[in-house]
């Protein structure tokens, strides 16, 4: 495989690393009253993983019978129009899904209020209470399942190994890779919250805050991103 595309990889999964189930839920954990429970924030992120892994491979075992034809397509001039209509129906999305201003930001935040604890609320109410290791899974489990709609950066991966050309079991071998760098943030901030133990609380509740102030924006910026990659892809330098 090219290192270009191992390159692309890596950044798609430290993209993949910010979001609520690899990052935020497991600040949450991690947050949560008295000494930290390292086997729960572990048995979480492991689930989580496991859980994007056996994803991948399912999609990968059936993307060639989908991308390969696809791929033929996009190669033509109608093929092409498609590819930058797509493009350019994400970086609207992106442009749009979120408030840019600071006064749109402050009116979707006031909105939100209103209609009283979302469901990060929720998610964060569950992970800082008491449970047994099932619930841990469950909450897992669950966070995965809800973000499969939005999981852009892991669908480009998926994509691009699928027409890498590389067999079944390197490709499963990539993926495992790739899920081990997307908690891999987070385990980083586990290792060190375990050795300073409550010196590092404040800073961890300062990036669980900015994590979940952002999520929408953070969103935005990957589907801004992949919308400008593919319009560039569509209309090539001649």
Avoid at 44 to 52: C, E, K
Avoid at 163 to 188: D, N
Wanted: proline share 5%.
């Amino acid at each position: 495989m090219e290192p270009a595309v191992l390159l692309a990889l890596a950044g798609l999964a430290l993209i993949d690393s910010t979001s609520v189930g690899t990052l935020v839920l497991p600040l949450w954990l991690m947050l949560a009253p008295g000494r930290v429970r390292a086997g729960r924030v572990l048995l979480f992120l492991s689930t989580v993983a496991g859980a994007y892994l056996l994803l991948g491979v399912a999609l990968v075992l059936g993307a060639g019978q989908v991308l390969d034809p696809l791929r033929v397509a996009l190669e033509g001039a109608a093929g092409r129009v498609a590819q930058l209509v797509a493009g350019i129906v994400l970086v609207v999305l992106g442009l749009t899904v979120e408030p840019w201003t600071r006064a749109g930001k402050e009116r979707r935040r006031a909105a939100r209020a209103a209609r009283g604890p979302g469901r990060l609320a929720r998610w964060r109410d569950r992970a800082r209470g008491e449970g047994p290791p099932g619930a841990v899974m469950v909450l897992a489990a669950t966070a995965v399942g809800i973000e499969a709609a939005s999981m852009v950066p892991y669908l480009a991966a998926i994509a691009l190994l699928a027409t890498s050309g590389v067999g079944v079991v390197p490709t499963v071998a990539v993926l495992a890779g790739y899920c081990v760098v997307m908690v891999l943030p987070a385990l980083v901030l586990l290792a060190v919250r375990a050795a300073l133990h409550d010196r590092l609380t404040p800073a961890l509740a300062r990036i669980e805050a900015w994590m979940s102030r952002n999520a929408g924006e953070t969103t935005a910026w990957v589907l801004f991103l992949l919308g400008l990659f593919l319009v560039s892809d569509a209309l090539p330098l001649r």
